[in-house]
């Protein structure tokens, strides 16, 4: 059975098309859907998609540009003398909930026999969302799964998409090219 990872950008049509009515493409969504109906195909979701897009469009240039996870940071004195530090995300890092409209299309996904993948981020929250909806990949280890999102987000970055946009939109508004993040609290929501 073929697994097909979706964009954030299409999966709604496919799992809810009644929603989007005028969709140029509702042929080959229809088409697709079908696939996953005849259990030939499993749709799957990188969790991301419900950690950026719990936030509002219209607030996301602001959390992103403020957000700061705390950090907890352990220090450990090592037998040689040596002191080793290890540095994690704090507990109590909140994730905004899931605005109703995407949990009503995620609950359209699950139904319809999605499953999400773990994308573990650095210092970002995790969505809160059932273990159940993942599918689970126990063979695979972090490192090796980090290794190849980092590939698919080069990959990305080739053509121009990914963080590479949100890069570029942050040093056309920050003083100084490379502090591009600084530049998206004064990008205009148009961006």
């Known amino acids: ?35 996953i109906a005849a259990k030939r195909m499993v749709g799957c979701l990188s969790e991301t998609v419900f950690t950026l897009e719990a936030v509002k469009k219209i607030d996301r240039q602001a959390f992103v540009a403020a957000y700061a996870a705390p950090l907890e940071v352990t220090e450990t004195e090592k037998t040689d003398g040596t002191v080793a530090w290890a540095f994690q995300p704090a507990s109590g890092v909140v994730q905004p909930p899931l605005h109703p409209i995407l949990e009503s299309h995620l609950q359209d996904a699950i139904t319809m026999g999605f499953r999400l993948l773990h994308c573990p981020r650095i210092l970002s929250p995790k969505p809160k969302l059932p273990q159940s909806y993942y599918l689970l990949h126990t063979n695979v280890t972090a490192a090796d799964r980090a290794a190849g999102f980092a590939e698919c987000s080069r990959e990305l970055e080739l053509l121009g998409a990914g963080i590479a946009h949100v890069k570029a939109i942050g040093a056309r508004y920050s003083h100084d090219p490379n502090r591009w993040i600084e530049g998206l609290a004064a990008a205009p929501t148009s961006e």
């Open 1 to 35: 059975m073929m697994r097909t990872t979706f964009d954030s950008n299409v999966w709604r049509v496919v799992v809810t098309p009644t929603v989007f009515p005028g969709e140029s493409s509702a042929a080959a969504f229809a088409a697709i859907r079908a696939e």
